[in-house]
C-alpha cells in the first residue's frame, strides 16, 4: 500500500504535542505517517506533569494529549485530528461513498463511546506502576475492563467476519482508531482467542508498513 501523495497547494507546518505509548497519540502518529506528513514534536510527559504546564493547558484547556498545531490552528482530540489530517490531505483513508463515510463515522463513535473507555483503564491501571512511582493498579477497575472487553469484541469481531478491514476491503480512519489499544495486547495479557476475526485483523493492520513505522517510536534508540 502506498501513501497518497500531499495534494498540490496544501501547506502543512504542523507540530504534534504527544506521548508516544498513549495509543491516542499513536493512531494520529500513523495518519501522519500513512501521509508521509513530516511533522515536529514535541513531548508532553504526564509523570512530570507536562499536561498541566500552562502553556499546555492554553492550547488544550483539557489539559490532555494529542494536541495538533497546523499553522494557526490548534486541535485537540484525537478523532479530530485524524479527521482533519485526511480531508486536507483528501486521503483515501476517508471512503468517498456516503453510506461508506456514515458507516466510518459509526465505529469512530464506537471507539470513543465504547472501546476506549473499556480499553484505556485497563492500559493505564497496567502501565502506570512503571510511570508513577507508589501508583497502585485497583483490580476493580482491572475487572470491569476485561467484563466489558468480552461485550464490545464480541460486536467487533462479528463486523470483521469476511472483512479485511472495518469498512471492507479498504484501511480506513477506523482502523487506525481502533487498533493501537490492542499493541499493547501481550502486556495487558489480553486473550484473543475467542475473537479468531480481531486476530485475524490485527495480523493484516500490523503488516502494514505504517504500522512497524509509527510503533517503531516505542523501541528505546
Known sequence: MTSPEIIEGVNFNVKLYDLPPSPNALKVRLVLNYLGQDFEH????????????????ARNPNAK???LEDDDLVLWES?????YLAEKHQSDLIPVDLKQRAHLHKWMAWAV???????????????????????????????????????YAAVLNQELQGKDYLLG??????????APLLQYQQLMQIDLAPYPEIGRWMSTIRKLPVWDQTMAVLTPA
Open 79 to 83: 478523532n479530530a485530528i485524524m479527521y
Open 113 to 151: 463511546a465504547h472501546w476506549t473507555p473499556t480499553l484505556g483503564p485497563w492500559l493505564f491501571h497496567t502501565m502506570a506502576p512503571s510511570f508513577f512511582p507508589g501508583f497502585v493498579p485497583d483490580p476493580a477497575v482491572i475487572a470491569k475492563a476485561k467484563e466489558d472487553f468480552a461485550k
Open 169 to 178: 476491503s479498504s484501511l480506513s480512519l477506523a482502523d487506525l482508531a481502533i
Open 42 to 57: 514535541e513531548l508532553v510527559d504526564l509523570a512530570k506533569g507536562g499536561h498541566l504546564a500552562s502553556d499546555f493547558v
Open 65 to 67: 494529549m494529542p494536541v
